[in-house]
């Protein structure tokens, strides 16, 4: 009778490890691809990314080495003057997920915090670059946190764009702080404004000439 009783005690825990397997599986399901990183290396001429064009195709092949080419990719930059863009607009619905499958926003709304700030998942540790790695912030050496945007903290267009991304002299650029530190602003997309548009001169204000890329739904 007792090795009945034991019998029927060990199917039951294996129903239970079995139901609770699935159910886990059902909530969390297989890890989600990259659909937004850090760009790894900028293209190495300061705030000039070749424009918007230029900017998109850097993103593209950064993607395309992390396997990852086969979606569309947005960079995260606005633009100012007649004509303008925001940031926004270009980066599609969402959600997003870093190299490691975790959820930064769930949509827009979520990562602008339109109706709840700071929704968004936007940390130095969850803001990877295209390799699944973490990118220096302050702290380090060097501190890369500046992350170009030329945009506002709710995603449109600020004046600050080194001439809509095609210079690399006198001039600056909205950036923000990837790691939510320093300046006594932590705005992941609008902390400050560079001190010019080279490359040494985004060195000098903490960064390397990268940004934010998104694939976007189209």
């Not at 990314?49 to 990719?73: K, P």
């Not at 959600?95 to 949509?107: F, I, K, Q, S």
């Amino acid at each position: 009778m007792k090795k009945i009783q034991f019998v029927v005690v060990i199917v039951v825990l294996l129903i239970f490890a079995a139901q609770s397997s699935f159910a886990q599986r059902g909530r969390g399901g297989p890890p989600q691809p990259m659909s937004f990183f850090i760009t790894s290396v900028g293209p190495g001429n300061g705030a000039d990314l070749g424009g918007l064009e230029g900017a998109d195709r850097h993103c593209q092949e950064l993607a395309e080495g992390a396997g990852r080419g086969s979606v569309t990719w947005r960079a995260y930059l606005s633009t100012s003057g007649s004509g303008s863009v925001n940031a926004r607009d270009r980066i599609g619905d969402g959600p997003w997920h870093n190299a490691n499958g975790e959820m930064v926003a769930r949509n827009v709304a979520d990562l602008h915090g339109d109706i709840q700030r700071d929704r968004n998942n936007l940390t130095k540790r969850s803001a990877l670059n295209e390799k699944g790695e973490m990118v220096n912030g302050r702290g380090d050496s060097p501190n890369q946190h500046d992350i170009l945007t030329g945009s506002l903290s709710d995603g449109r267009a600020s004046e600050n764009t080194c001439n809509n991304w095609t210079n690399s002299g006198e001039g600056n650029a909205m950036i923000g702080h990837h790691d939510r530190t320093g300046g006594g602003n932590t705005s992941w997309n609008s902390a400050h404004q560079t001190r010019g548009c080279s490359q040494e001169a985004l060195v000098r204000t903490g960064g390397a000439g990268l940004f934010y890329c998104f694939a976007s739904n189209d």
